[in-house]
């Protein structure tokens, strides 16, 4: 018998290994789950009404893409990142998003053009209601549609992952009405620099888009330490 879940999807039928993993990586990156909480297979299991083997998969599959870690005699734990290992992301995010949009920008068409102006319109009704979920998954889509030109699937997916990293930080910040309309300024002007072709401006504002957001994303965590 096929291994499937009976969760409705309008994109594709799921295995039940998809299916915890997608409902799993949702919950780390809305914060339901913690960073450094342990991820119990025997609890997820029952959970989820499944066998221990398709969870055991899932976690795998988010451990691959950083946002679970595998301790010994621990388990899965989400994953925690250091002030330094955020940076760091965000530091390779600015390589090769950079490169990605300086090769993507000369094959972009109308039609990229249009999904991309559609995301942000998305994007604005989106901060202006409160839709917290929808932030960083609106984000990461605007990103994603201007570089999917640039006909680089492996750096794309590496990008994905970076995405994937940081996104549960991000939404946290983006709880900042500051951050929050700096954020949707810079999508729009770059959109605009894609849109005339202006590669140079374009790829400058997203660097110093991106150098930003790791520095005001480090000040706010900071910010939420407690003092002694």
């Keep these: 018998m096929a291994e499937t879940s009976t969760k409705s999807s309008g994109f594709k039928r799921q295995t039940i290994t998809e299916a915890v993993a997608?409902?799993?990586r949702e919950e780390i990156l809305t914060g339901q789950q913690k960073e450094g909480v342990q991820l119990r297979q025997d609890a997820?299991?029952?959970r989820f009404n499944v066998s221990r083997i398709p969870v055991r998969e899932a976690l795998r599959q988010l451990e691959a893409e950083g946002l679970?870690?595998?301790y010994p005699h621990k388990g899965a734990v989400v994953s925690i990142l250091s002030r330094t290992e955020i940076c760091e992301l965000f530091d390779i995010r600015r390589l090769l998003e950079s490169d990605l949009l300086k090769r993507a920008i000369p094959q972009m068409t109308q039609e990229v053009l249009d999904e991309a102006e559609n995301i942000l319109k998305r994007y604005d009704i989106a901060l202006e209601n409160g839709e917290v979920a929808l932030w960083g998954e609106l984000n990461a889509r605007f990103?994603?549609?201007l570089y999917?030109?640039?006909d680089r699937p492996k750096t794309l997916a590496i990008v994905q992952n970076l995405h994937n990293n940081?996104?549960?930080y991000l939404r946290i910040?983006?709880?900042n009405a500051g951050a929050r309309s700096k954020a949707r300024d810079d999508h729009w002007k770059i959109?605009?620099?894609c849109k005339k072709g202006q590669i140079e401006e374009a790829t400058s504002l997203l660097d110093q888009h991106i150098q930003n957001g790791c520095e005001n994303l480090i000040t706010f965590l900071d910010s939420q330490v407690p003092s002694e």
Excluded: G, K, P
Aim: net charge negative; aromatic share 12%.
């Design 22 to 24: 997608e409902a799993l």
């Design 44 to 46: 997820i299991a029952s």
């Design 68 to 70: 679970v870690t595998f």
């Design 143 to 145: 990103h994603h549609i």
């Design 148 to 150: 999917v030109a640039a």
């Design 166 to 168: 940081i996104d549960r």
């Design 173 to 175: 910040q983006l709880s």
């Design 191 to 193: 959109y605009n620099y």
